[in-house]
Every structure is written in C-alpha cells, then in structure tokens.
C-alpha cells in the first residue's frame, strides 16, 4: 500500500510524502516500537537519487515494519541542512536521517561552522546499497566523449560550468575529486540536489555533471542527456556502449556514493536493533533487490550493512576525504 501526498510544511521542505506498510496482527511480544509513524530526512530535494534510493528502501522497511515511514525532505548546503536538523531531533526513534558520502564523512573539513559532528551526535543504523556515478552532458552536447571534455578543461580552464547538488554534496567531491586527479578546473554551480541541476543540465543551462546512475537512467535512455563515462570499476548493462573512466582517460579514477541511516544518539537499543532487523529483512525480498539492481544500485551483503560496520565504515571514510580535501586544495566554507 502507498500514499503519496505532497505539501509544504516549512520553507526548506521540499517536499513531503508518506509510504504506508501493512499493519501485522497484534502481537503482545512485538516491541513497544514503532508505535506511530517515523520520520526520515532526506536532506535533498525530490526526485535525486538520494530521494529516490530513500523511497524505496523506506517503503521496503516499513513493509517489514507495519508502520509508515514519513519522507520528509530537508533540502540545502549540501545536504548539511537537513543533517543540522535531525541531530537535533529527540532521540526516540522516530526522526531518521539519511547520511550519506557528504553529509557524514567529508562535511566536517568542508565546513568550518558545521553544527553537528558526525560521529558525536548520530548513531549509526544500517548502511544502504552504494551507487555509481556517470558523467554526463546534454544530448547533442559539444562533448561526445569524455576525453572531449576532459581536453576543453585543460585548454580553458573553468570555462566548462559543472553542475553539483550543492558545496560537500556526492556529486560536489566526486567532481572535485576527479577536477585533482585530471589536474583541470571546472566552474562548479551547486544546486539543492541533483533533481533541480538535472532539469538544468537537460535545458542546456550547464555544461556537465557527474551523478549517481540510478536517476540518470532513465534521462539517458530517454535520450535527453549522454552518459560519456561512468566512475566505476567496470562497464555496466544499463549503460550500453559507456566506457568508464578508469580504463581510460584516468586508470584508477573510481567514484560512487554510499547511505546509511543514522538516528539522533542517545536512541534505545531496539530502535537500532528493530531497524536494522528490517532492514535485513528488506534484503532477502528479491523484488526490493531487483528493482535496485535494475538502476545500477550496488545491494551490500548483510556482514558490511548492520550498525557496527557502518560506524567504522563512516570514520573512515572521514579520514579518506579529509585527505582527499586537503590534497585538491578544497577551501572549507566560513
Ligand atoms: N546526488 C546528490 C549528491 O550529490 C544528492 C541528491 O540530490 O540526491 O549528494
């Protein structure tokens, strides 16, 4: 069963919908929790993939859970917005947040005033599937490789104007990242989320983009934008005919985003454990895992994805991009 509603409730709301599961049958030794909806904070706007992963891992959780999951979207600096507003949620299990690559491990040396520390004031729940990401340009586009592009940056640099999902967003640092290791400059324009740069990208606004597949899918095989190279180890199906960029252009260059939920510290136990029994739940239904797959969505094996692992997971990747930071000579924001 789903609903899907949209309103406004605050102005950095984008938008807002719910995903209903079944209700169980009472049963006396159930867990006291989840007794009413959750709220989870996408902290991007509607129709990225962050939003679009969230919705349908979040409709597959409260399936296994009998109670709707709220999405509630929290657009803005890179996703920081919304992460600064769950941190400071109760601590009771029904405000969750979806971390990811930016939000989590390289915000706090992008950011000299962020307002939450990562590690201090979240609790890791379970680790999403991991996404790759695809560079891509408008169809018809004066690019018709990525050599093309890669060739335009060195001549004149940022003369190409690169659209991002906001300064520390996946799309941001994958940029950046692949801006230091080509030794080129692009003009970053940072967005809300992938959902409005995309729009951008299709009328032509922007030069390029490097964002994760599962919503650049559908804009490709639509024929409105070109994938000219994908950031992962491999060629993929879904992309017939895309090259990567590693076994070319730039041997070694890989790049994909990874989730996770995280809930304000100081939740209880079940909360954690409750979660994450759903989630693994989620993973054994081979329609939940398909329907990711289809979009180019890496589906982690249950050992890498419960609480334990995602805590180290997250540490360090915090270390990983405050090196990577710090060798591309990113400037942290005031
Ligand atoms: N793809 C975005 C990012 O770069 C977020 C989004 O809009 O889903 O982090």
Redesign the pocket.
């Known amino acids: 069963m789903k609903h899907f509603k949209q309103m406004v409730v605050a102005p950095l709301v984008v938008g807002l919908s719910t995903i209903t599961g079944m209700w169980p049958a009472a049963n006396a030794k159930e867990p006291a929790y989840p007794e009413r909806p959750i709220t989870l904070v996408v902290p991007?706007?509607v129709g990225?993939?962050?939003?679009a992963i969230a919705r349908t891992v979040a409709q597959r959780v409260s399936v296994e859970l009998g109670q709707s999951i709220v999405v509630e979207n929290l657009a803005g600096a890179?996703?920081t917005v919304g992460a600064t507003r769950a941190a400071r949620a109760k601590p009771d299990g029904y405000t969750l947040f979806v971390g990811?690559v930016?939000t989590m491990a390289a915000a706090p040396y992008l950011f000299k005033s962020l307002k939450y520390d990562p590690i201090k004031d979240f609790t890791p729940i379970f680790r999403f599937p991991d996404t790759p990401m695809v560079l891509l340009v408008k169809e018809g586009s004066r690019f018709k490789s990525a050599a093309d592009l890669l060739e335009e940056a060195r001549k004149a640099p940022g003369k190409i104007t690169f659209g991002?999902?906001g300064v520390g967003?996946?799309?941001?640092l994958a940029a950046e990242h692949l801006a230091a290791t080509a030794k080129i400059r692009f003009t970053f324009v940072p967005y809300k989320?992938?959902?409005p740069a995309m729009t951008d990208l299709v009328g032509g606004q922007i030069d390029a983009m490097l964002?994760?597949t599962n919503v650049a899918l559908p804009q490709v095989q639509g024929k409105r934008l070109h994938a000219l190279a994908l950031t992962s180890q491999s060629r993929m199906p879904q992309f017939p005919g895309t090259p990567t960029l590693t076994e070319r252009e730039l041997p070694g260059f890989l790049a994909s985003?990874w989730y996770g939920i995280y809930a304000p510290v100081g939740v209880p136990k079940v909360v954690v454990d409750t979660l994450q029994k759903a989630y693994l739940k989620a993973l054994t239904n081979a329609q939940f895992t398909d329907s990711l797959k289809k979009s180019g969505i890496e589906v982690l094996p249950p050992e890498v994805v419960g609480a334990g692992p995602l805590r180290d997971f997250t540490v360090n990747e915090q270390k990983k991009w405050q090196r990577v930071i710090r060798d591309a000579g990113i400037e942290p924001q005031p």
């Open positions: 991007f706007a990225g993939p962050t939003d890179g996703g990811h930016g991002t999902a967003s996946s799309s941001h989320g992938t959902g964002d994760q985003t």
